[in-house]
């Protein structure tokens, strides 16, 4: 069956679930997970997404947040995509870090906020990475600690995440800490890395039940909510998408960089597509690229086919320049 297009609007609450290819690691060491936390905080900042929970584990990671302007697509292009070129030269390996398509839920924020922090906050002690809630306290790599005041990461929105526990922030983050310890008994909860009817009704006996008195439920595997909720982003989705540019005008919009880029130093574009490495060719490419990438998140591959060189000769352009 296919994949129904990402729904995305700025502000939507989206709990996003990284993996790497094949279940491999996406970090092996403090450097890569050093590299991933600022890349994911300064990106954030950069498209003003709101990152409210986190948690990087050795071949996934979660997050929390709130998209900004740019969206979540663009958001997410930019940060994996340096991290992954920044990754790849750091380790002398090639090809895909991650898997192609990440997930991304769109969740009710009234109702699954809180049990989405606590959720995405018990990953490294459900995975053994810590063996106590007092190591997750104080654990770098995961959005508890800055919570819990041990680290403290600007970009992370913990003012924000308090404020659903209590209006004085000793109160907020003792009851957050406790909030959280009643949840490690509970186990992995499923229903939260999903949509549908299923998991938004709260299990199948419901489901059931439901069909049993004739009852129905709107739902979509996209948006963990309630019917209400799903009508309501599936109704604001369509709205955007009738008046958005299609992808046609977006192709137009990179032909029309490439074109301006060309025309300021007076070189034919067929000159650029090349691949002849004369100058003024290197910095004139360098400077479409991280317009294509950087504004407007094209795919490494089509950067390359724009300016005739390599999708690894993008990847060493991307790293020279230290984007982010």
């Given amino acids: 069956m296919p994949r129904g297009p990402r729904l995305d609007a700025p502000g939507t609450l989206h709990h996003v679930m990284v993996r790497g290819i094949e279940k491999r690691n996406i970090v092996k060491s403090d450097i890569d997970r050093e590299d991933f936390v600022n890349r994911l905080g300064s990106i954030a900042q950069k498209t003003e997404t709101k990152i409210f929970a986190w948690a990087l584990m050795p071949n996934h990671a979660h997050l929390l947040l709130h998209s900004g302007m740019a969206g979540l697509a663009t958001y997410m292009r930019r940060f994996l995509t340096g991290y992954a070129v920044s990754y790849n030269l750091r380790h002398k390996r090639h090809g895909h870090l991650f898997q192609n398509r990440y997930k991304s839920i769109i969740c009710e924020e009234d109702a699954y906020f809180k049990e989405l922090v606590r959720y995405i906050h018990l990953n490294p002690l459900r995975g053994g990475l810590v063996k106590s809630i007092a190591e997750l306290d104080r654990y770098p790599w995961c959005?508890?600690?800055?919570?819990?005041n041990r680290y403290n990461y600007e970009w992370q929105d913990r003012n924000y995440v308090l404020k659903w526990f209590g209006n004085k922030e000793k109160v907020a983050q003792s009851a957050y800490g406790t909030f959280v310890k009643k949840g490690i008994a509970q186990g992995k909860k499923s229903e939260l890395t999903g949509g549908g009817l299923i998991r938004s009704m709260g299990g199948w006996s419901v489901v059931k039940a439901m069909r049993k008195e004739g009852l129905q439920e709107e739902s979509d595997a996209r948006i963990l909510g309630s019917g209400e909720f799903v009508s309501h982003v599936i109704e604001q989705t369509e709205k955007k998408i009738r008046f958005q540019?299609?992808?046609?005008?977006?192709?137009?919009?990179?032909?029309?960089?490439?074109e301006s880029h060309c025309r300021e130093a007076h070189v034919p574009i067929s000159l650029l597509q090349s691949g002849s490495r004369r100058a003024p060719l290197p910095k004139l490419r360098k400077k479409i690229a991280l317009q294509l990438i950087g504004e407007y998140g094209l795919s490494l591959a089509e950067t390359a086919r724009q300016i005739g060189i390599s999708t690894s000769g993008v990847a060493q352009i991307l790293n020279r320049s230290k984007i982010d």
């Fill in 143 to 148: 959005g508890h600690s800055v919570l819990m």
């Fill in 245 to 258: 540019l299609p992808a046609i005008e977006l192709k137009g919009t990179v032909k029309h960089v490439v």
